[in-house]
């Protein structure tokens, strides 16, 4: 089976939307409040259990030259940010009902009839996209289409997406389309465009690969995400001492404690 | 028709400052005010067609950005923990209840007093009753609660953890009843072996019981916690042990040496930790030092360590029994409390975009 990836190229999203509501149709993801958010038109803010593809709005300063600005308006870049099925992935390595698992096409998936709502999981993605739904108690994020890419169909989002700003295929390839997107890019004059792919943390990948233009932090894109089961062994130490601690506290006392029966 | 309506703010370009986007702050002028000067504005376009003039700075103003410095926005980059009420109750619970399990064997291998092996093992009982209860009860999916127990994972602290307490509490509620059968109907070779046994399982699985729950926050993505990944299961098993022997001084073992010994260097590392914590500068330990969750923190501190350590002492040289009760009172209070700040550190921390992005120093 092909291991797949999505890349998202946001120097080609305009923004539509198309994949957010391809996704809640086909998924049947529920409506995650209609709230303006009062400060962009990015009135969704954030990944979460009822939206698993949400497109970023950043504003940029004016960039006379690029798509015909005016100097006066500032300039937008979007990116439609997705569960980033990481090649460490925190919340299938937390989950303790076995309910989060890998797929055979490499995507990271919540079974949901095996997920009894621990919320483990939200606390241990670096990317804050998995989330406890209220309602209904179980913990949800993209799928990767798993049904979809089941039978050889692209995932919902990719499908829906008018610009191929979303491209979905065989994660190498997506690689290799990516260096030569970005050399295209530099080429044409774009000079701050960049890949994020996460491989170089201890996430040690991601199947979820972006390009975006700018320091990726003001997509919320994490510099160096960092997998919990990092920090595993220093808090197994610790409980370690803790416990001989105890222990040997417990020993000692009652046996200088002369007062017994 | 030419206006002259500017924000009364620096400019178009909204200045960078603390995003407002979970609360914005309120200021002045107020909404009313806000309005009646729209309206005023309103009316001077319409009749000059020109206005002079201040506008109004919209509400929430300055608006937060997408920028390198800013985030996306000032959006928290993680997700709050869902986890409800139960959990830090269970962790106080949790810790108490493994604490006073070892206590309890370990008073009963050196032979000391029954009545402090007894109520140790009610203690222990008791938490082996009340959590798993609370953390069923914080499931999202309650009825599932067994699917915790289709797998066993080394590498989630919650699998070894729903484990440990399993172990925990078969060992920990055979003791008790193979205590209540001697009680009633007096000793018989088959329920010393249960309770045996039992100790024995109480003792093994509650080591780890009493403080794994510090791995289990320790090992997140959440910035405030997994900055403490080492120290957290010390300082909750140390918390528990305070809460264990607080709880069996109270039952009216406050005269035991050792335990007294014990609730002092609980105490006195719970100072320690403290110290540890206000001493160390780091963006992600801020929620531990500021804000309401940085006084619950200080709060529960203070209650598991230098309060009841001065207690203790004051107790010691009077050979008053009320000092040493209260310093009992002082340490359970202050455990359940320590336990509170900490999950309540989590949220601040997780809301913080800013360490996750490696922005600045923090809240």
Known sequence: MAITAFLTDSTLCIGCKACEVACKEWNAVGEDGLDWSGFSYDNTGAVGAETWRHVKFVEQTAEPGFGGNSPEMNSWSFSSDVCKHCENAGCLEACPTGSIVRTEFGGVFVQPDICNGCGYCVVSCPFGVIERNEQDGRAFKCTFCYDRQKV???????????????????????????????????????????????????????????????????????PNPVVPTAYLKKAWRGSAIGALMLLGGAVAAFLADGDRR | MSTNIKPAGEGARPTQQHPTQQHPTQEHPTQQTRELRLAEIRREAESSGKVVGKGVRPGGAPFPQASPETGYYGIPL????????????????????????VVGSVASYTGADRKLVRDARWIAAAGSVISPALLVSDLGKPARFLNMLRVFKPQSAMSVGVWTLVGFSGGAAAAAFAQVLTDRYGP????????????????????????YTGVLIGATAVPAWNENAADLPIHFGMSGLSAAVGLLELMGNHKSRALGALGLGAALFECWEGLKIETRQAPALEPLKHGTSGTLTRAGGLLSGPLPVALRIAGLLSGSHSLRKAAAVSSVAGSLLTRIAWVYAGHVSARDWRVPLGIGKGV
């Open chain 2, 78 to 101: 993680l997700k709050e923990p869902s986890w409800t009420w139960e959990i830090p109750l269970y962790f106080f619970v949790g810790g108490a209840a493994g604490a006073a399990a």
């Open chain 2, 188 to 211: 018989s070779f088959p329920v010393r072996v249960m309770e045996q046994a039992g100790q024995a399982a109480s003792l093994l699985f509650g080591l780890p019981f009493s403080n």
């Open chain 1, 152 to 222: 050889g169909l692209k995932p919902a989002c990719a499908k829906a997406c008018p610009t191929e700003s979303i491209k979905f295929g065989e994660i190498e390839e997506l690689r290799r389309d990516a260096e030569s997107r970005l050399a295209q890019l530099k080429d044409r004059g774009m000079e701050d465009v960049e890949f994020y792919d996460a491989s170089d943390s201890s996430v040690g990948g991601t199947h979820a690969m972006f390009i975006v233009r700018g320091d990726p932090r003001q997509y919320n894109l994490p």
